[in-house]
């Protein structure tokens, strides 16, 4: 393929959990912002599904998902873990996420190859953006920690697009 293929940011979590609701917040605060060239932010909230078929169409080689993670640190801590994009389920550095959305990494690579897809071939990397929850209850907000670490994430997120869009597909 010779056209040059974007960055999709896909905020993900189920918003009437709390801290799970992290992907969509910062995905919002991005709608609000000046994205580089190629760069696509979409709110995929629970539809891996719908996810796995936008992958499938070949414009983006990069996808950056944001979502809630359980890494072992304090409630609002933002960590970038990278997924290998073959999807092997051989255990990637990222830790099981909350099972309220099955939206993790590992799920939507599953069943983007089940549509048809490969990756790498349609993705050449996966960038996670998580943070830390400290509450998955039934509410539709966000603990203080968790809502502090949107701003930091969403700048965090537009380095790494902008990053990667700078150095080429190769430059990672």
């Given at each position: 393929?010779t056209t ?8 993900v ?5 709390g801290?799970?609701?992290f992907?969509v917040a910062?995905?919002?605060r991005?709608?609000q ?13 629970i539809?891996g ?19 809630a ?7 609002g801590?933002?960590?970038v ?30 069943m ?7 990756a790498?071939g349609?993705?050449d ?7 830390r ?17 949107v701003?930091?994430?969403a700048?965090l997120?537009?380095?790494?697009a902008?990053?990667r869009r700078s150095?080429?597909r190769?430059?990672?």
């Open positions: 393929m040059e293929r974007g960055v999709l940011v896909a905020g979590g189920n918003v009437f959990l801290d799970d609701g992907g910062v995905a919002r991005l709608a912002c000046t994205l580089p060239a190629g760069v696509v932010v979409a709110d995929y909230g539809r599904m719908h996810l796995a078929y936008e992958l499938l169409d070949g414009r983006f080689d990069t996808l950056i998902m944001v979502d993670v359980p890494v072992d640190e304090p409630p801590t933002v960590v873990l990278e997924v290998d994009p073959r999807g092997d389920d051989s255990g990637a550095d990222l830790p099981a996420t909350p099972d309220a959305h099955g939206m993790d990494p590992a799920a939507v690579l599953r983007l190859r089940m549509l048809g897809g490969t790498p349609v993705l990397q996966v960038l996670v953006v998580g943070c929850p400290a509450v998955v209850d039934e509410r539709m907000e966000l603990s203080e920690p968790v809502r502090a670490a701003g930091e994430a700048r997120v537009l380095d790494l902008a990053h150095n080429g190769d430059g990672r």
